[in-house]
């Protein structure tokens, strides 16, 4: 690095996106958006930065700074803060234009959240999310309706049924329990906060370890101490009976309740949904699972989370179970906050940088060869005849075929291998001899993904001079169009008009 030069190094839990993961990244969206939008949802957007007030303190992050959120003051002194889920920001938009919105009211919304938590292996302080929420609506059928929704947007994108179960569970019925082992009131808050957070990790600690968090706490592998709850052994046997390996159905939780009113009301809300669901025929992919407990404090009552369960490789090697990749719930009192009274509402939000990953390791249609090809490249070997060159870009585009002028300093071999790295199916060449030629001003075509086929099927330098010349020809000028379209066509490319 030479002396004033800048510092160049991205931060940790940030990432840069290179044209094959934007396009694969655009075609999830476009698929995921039909299928929001074949359930009734419009669009909205909001802003990535919102008054810190509004979004409110809901991460469950609590040790970092401003607790989990990016904030700064601006001119005015007021603080804000960029949105750390579209949740928050959705409610200040409804309680903000509530008059004027229909009730209920279907959106759906895609963009950048940002987390200020400790980044590590696939924890990013930023990354993208796809929600839909339905706001206005107290009734089971619309957490049914997202339950069912998020399973046709996972065959959508290419995961079959058996590769993805949406696993359903309701806040009140863990209230209940909760309450049920003494853990009711104001004064044991924290308490529940800490079993709830225990219960969340039972995918990844199994129930010994959700055990260990739920009495005196556990020690990790790199000795980190967490606190745990410190329930007695029969308040730790109610909750582990209630997310073991057996999970009971929506009428078999009745016996662990007790008859506590709260866990009723869930239990009964589930029991609806299960009716719901089975009626559209979606029994076989959503079910009840009481360990469900999703991570934010604003949900009241279901929640749901899209979980894939097939296996990929871990950072030792070894399978694991890819698990979550979305996940949502009711939220009846987030926009309250602003109106002063409840607004059932209900969602559902997908990682989108996350479902990225799971799509490439099933290699599904919607991501694999997502990269688009590269223009068209029109060689520059006589600068003094650049604006011929530029005559036969702007024909190719007149035409809505993607191409440029090679617009660097390097002679022709350079500009081929400029050429393949921009993935570019073809180029155009004209040199004096084209150019003079005997029947008139000619124009090369050399077919780039032929010439790469050719020459990968043979290893003597004789062949390959002779296997290359195969993939170019040359025509007159005039019908330059023609011949790059009929090279596109044949290499299943289409232009755009």
Known sequence: ?????????????????????????????????????????????????????ALGKFLPDQDRPNEGVFSFKDEDESWLSLRYDLTAPLARFVAENFDRLPKPYRSYRTGYVFRNEKPGPGRFRQFMQFDADTVGAASPAADAEMCMMAADTLERLGIKRGQYVIKLNNRKVLDGVLESIGLGGEENAGRRLTVLRAIDKYDRLGLEGVRLLLGPGRRDESGDFT?????????????????????????????????????????????????????????????????????????????????????????????????????????????????????????????VSRLYAALKAINSPVVAGAAR?????????????????????????????????????????????????????????????ERDHKDGPQVTIRDLLLGADLAASTKHRADYVELRAKAQFSVPEGELVEAVRRVLEQRGFRSES
């Open 1 to 53: 690095m030479g002396a004033g030069a800048g510092f160049a190094k991205l931060p940790r839990g940030f990432a840069d996106r290179g044209p094959e993961e934007i396009a694969a990244s655009e075609k999830m969206l476009a698929a995921i958006r039909e299928t929001y939008e074949l359930y009734g949802f419009e669009a909205v957007e909001t802003p990535a930065i919102e008054f810190t007030e």
């Open 373 to 433: 090809r590269g223009p068209v490249v029109v060689l520059v070997l006589d600068r003094e005849h650049l604006a011929r060159y530029q005559s036969f870009v702007a024909k190719l585009r007149e035409a809505g075929i993607a191409a440029e002028p090679y617009l660097g300093a390097a002679g022709m071999n350079a500009q081929l291998k400029y050429a393949d790295k921009r993935r570019s199916p073809c180029a155009v060449i004209q040199g004096s001899n």
């Open 227 to 351: 606190k745990g709850a410190g329930l007695g052994e029969e308040q730790t046997g109610v909750v582990l009976a209630l997310i073991g390996p057996e999970k009971p159905a929506a009428n078999g939780l009745a016996a662990t309740l007790g008859g506590n009113e709260t866990g009723e009301q869930g239990r009964a809300e589930l029991a609806e949904i299960e009716t719901l669901i089975a009626a559209a025929g979606y029994e076989d992919r959503i079910r009840i699972d009481p360990s469900v407990v999703r991570g934010l404090e604003y949900y009241t009552g279901p929640v749901f989370e899209a979980d894939l369960t097939f296996e990929i490789a871990g950072e030792d090697g070894k399978p694991v179970r890819f698990g979550s990749v979305g996940g949502g719930g009711r939220y009846d009192g987030l926009i309250g906050r602003f109106r002063g009274e409840n607004i059932p509402s209900t969602g559902f939000s997908i990682g």
